[in-house]
């Protein structure tokens, strides 16, 4: 009888569990940092709440039971259904704008690979109830942030930006019906999946036939290429005399010069080929994407109008992002980024030692006065050599080794030996208790 | 279109999430401090994991479901098995004795009630690969030192300890054979749930027919009604000249010792009637209690020694607990204990104002640096007047309030106000900046 776990999802063994600590924690802090506060929502939801949001189709990708009560529910797939739920439970009353984080856990029903598991945490941001530049700017900055915290550079990782918004109308300026928007968007989205003959292909199907199609197909394939500093001037010339068009673009340079003033620029680039496959999205969106090998993206968001009111709720704009424990994972490893062990792991304060076993009780009372005090102090089960002791102390990533000798019950006094210089004082008990973080006096 | 939780389940809005916060962090500051090791286990495993532990039986309590791959699954009702699945799967390379926490989500398909509820979060403490008084010491220990930090004194809970082998041992020597103990232990498990009318008549249901009738009806009420310091010296009366007996008593009497070495003493407590309804438990059993009015066992644990044979691996002992968030919210709100808002949540350091809209830039890149130094730093989307924007600050939760005008680009200098003392201070940008958390020289 040997049990494993199902495919697709993870155990955390100490040792993993650091790094996903390490990952969350960073998280949690960087979202703090930005003035945002957490929240979280049950693992598993009515089914109809993801259907209301994402249709029939989603219920394939869902692990979803029937309970005793006859309640067709799922476990969730992703946080935006709750989070709306939650938001539009108490529109009246929360006030805004809303700047909200989660951490949760999420499972799909998918085939796993690389970057995608059954079972994964993720970092979602959101800032609901305001539509506004600096908004779209600081959901960037918080990812960016939280890259660069991890150690990780413009060298390393690129934040691609486009808006949805300016595409629209830029189709819309240049003739394309808004019925023909989302089989385009889907085009586009796929371009850097595609070589550059396919995607000139793609781009060929969903032109009219006639006599407009060799003009289509030209816009399209300027409009879809249009990427970095000149693709962004490119475009201008093309949304010129269109109010829409310039509208957008300048809310879209906006961002950018935000992003400027707050000194993430050399991170951004603009992107016409970012266009996020999900529907709600509306205005300004974006994602980040490895410079080496991973070139799937590992972070995306953007701005969304219509979200809330398809789940019942007021209309609200919002803009979020989100990204995963995995995919931060397969860029850290691939980047030979991972930290280690020692500089993730907590450390303890102290392992008392006994000198002789009938020290014991002593080390006992000793260890349950620090932990009390609110020190990580830990000991050994086993009555043993002093050097043995001070092994397991060091194996255990230790700081200050406290030897307790026959010298504890006949004069009051201890030493304490620092693990990482190797040098060693005794001190009366006392003074060891009032202070015990400053044993060598630091 | 109104979506609600499934009933049993919660939202946690950024107010509850701060108390669960609060609660988990205080559970894992204490592991570490401890000396445990975190780790975690997928949320859902194989159905069969469950059955193995607890039998058909369990399968009406879970969530559980059939996958696309026609896979049974369920959702994990407690971490215990898969514990034992991790321990099982590296039995040969896992450093004894193991030390570990975590605080899982889990789920049971039971009917909502007071400290129960469909979804919670438990601590879970075990120590595993040792068998020793130690470390039943230890994990009881742990579960006060966590009591104590949330402000909880032996006026508030009482840890109730029992040893299951002591219990054992006595009815042996008794006369009542090995396969009437099931029962037994049954019947002295519920006493405290029972009149002592009801618990009179439960004992005779018991005894045998016949002669030996009254004198097995006086032994178990003895037995089972047997607690505190006399409890315990009328055992031993009953144990002597009993080897098994003896040894157990001298087993438990050790755990008390220790329990007073390590300064809890106060918190415990001996008494028969502590049997844990779970079939895995071998020796060493414990359960709190809150001395008001929530009468139930807020935590519980106690030593095994099949479990993890009993899921496919070696003979290894092992001891812990758990508890949950639900229980000890109960707990808290009962003793109205409680921690405030303000204690709990995370205080913003600073707050960055505008004097004048046309400062909005400078606020933007002071924001940004201070989140980049890792500061939390927030400001207002609205350009409004000074007033308006310390009053966010305070609502914010925030420390300092910064200060951006004319003086920033004229003289290069910012005022930084304490928001606690009133207190303004005038200070050059970059010496604020080397330094932002001593604007006042503290």
């Known amino acids: 009888m040997k049990f494993r776990t199902v495919k697709g999802t993870r155990d955390f063994y100490p040792t993993d569990m650091a790094i996903r600590n390490w990952i969350v924690d960073t998280w949690k802090r960087?979202?703090?940092?930005?003035?945002?506060?957490?929240?979280?929502?049950?693992?598993?939801?009515?089914?109809?709440?993801?259907?209301?949001?994402?249709?029939?189709?989603?219920?394939?990708?869902l692990f979803h039971f029937t309970d005793r009560?006859?309640?067709?529910?799922?476990?969730?797939?992703?946080?935006t259904p709750s989070l709306a739920r939650m938001i539009n439970a108490r529109a009246q009353s929360l006030p805004l704008p809303i700047k909200w984080f989660s951490v949760p856990r999420l499972c799909r029903a998918?085939?796993?690979?690389?970057?995608?598991?059954?079972?994964?945490?993720?970092?979602?941001?959101?800032?609901?109830g305001i539509d506004d530049a600096v908004t779209d700017a600081e959901c960037i900055f918080v990812a960016v942030d939280f890259f660069r915290q991890i150690g990780l550079t413009p060298a390393d990782i690129v934040m691609k930006i486009n808006s949805r918004a300016l595409l629209a109308a830029l189709l819309s300026a240049r003739g394309f019906a808004e019925n023909r928007h989302a089989d385009i968007f889907v085009v586009l989205d796929k371009r850097d999946k595609l070589s550059q003959d396919d995607f000139i292909k793609s781009?060929?199907?969903i032109?009219?036939?006639?006599?407009?199609?060799?003009?289509?197909?030209?816009?399209l394939i300027e409009i879809g290429q249009a990427h970095g500093k000149t693709g962004l001037e490119s475009l201008a010339g093309m949304a010129e005399g269109n109010k829409s068009a310039e509208r957008e673009l300048t809310r879209l340079r906006n961002v950018f010069d935000i992003l400027n003033t707050l000194g993430v620029a050399d991170y951004c680039e603009f992107d016409m080929g970012i266009?996020?496959?999900?529907?709600?999205?509306?205005?300004?969106?974006?994602?980040?994407?490895?410079?080496?090998?991973?070139?799937?993206?590992?972070?995306?968001?953007?701005r969304y109008d219509q979200l809330l009111e398809v789940l019942g709720g007021p209309p609200m704009s919002g803009t979020g992002f989100g990204t995963s424990d995995v995919v931060i994972l397969d860029l850290l490893i691939e980047l030979n980024h991972v930290p280690t062990e020692a500089t993730i792991s907590k450390q303890n304060d102290f392992y008392v030692i006994d000198a002789d076993a009938n020290l014991f009780n002593e080390v006992l009372s000793l260890v349950a006065k620090l932990r009390k005090a609110g020190f990580a102090a830990e000991f050994s089960y086993r009555r043993q050599a002093i050097g043995k002791q001070i092994k397991q102390a060091?194996?255990?990533?230790?700081?200050?080794?406290?030897?307790?000798?026959?010298?504890?019950?006949?004069?009051?006094?201890?030493s304490v030996k620092d693990l990482d210089t190797g040098e060693q004082v005794e001190i009366p008990i006392r003074t060891f208790l009032d202070n015990p973080h400053a044993p060598m006096g630091k």
Chains 1, 2 share one sequence.
């Open 30 to 61: 960087v979202s703090l940092n930005h003035g945002f506060e957490e929240y979280d929502s049950p693992i598993f939801e009515y089914l109809d709440l993801f259907k209301a949001k994402s249709g029939e189709a989603i219920v394939s990708e």
């Open 203 to 205: 781009v060929e199907k």
């Open 69 to 79: 009560g006859d309640r067709e529910l799922a476990i969730r797939p992703e946080m």
């Open 207 to 219: 032109t009219q036939s006639g006599s407009r199609r060799g003009k289509e197909k030209t816009t």
């Open 110 to 128: 998918e085939r796993p690979q690389r970057g995608r598991l059954r079972e994964f945490f993720q970092w979602n941001i959101d800032i609901v």
């Open 275 to 302: 266009v996020r496959g999900l529907a709600y999205y509306t205005g300004v969106v974006f994602e980040a994407f490895g410079k080496a090998g991973l070139k799937r993206a590992i972070c995306g968001g953007g």
């Open 394 to 414: 060091a194996a255990n990533n230790t700081r200050w080794a406290v030897i307790v000798g026959n010298e504890y019950t006949e004069r009051g006094v201890l």
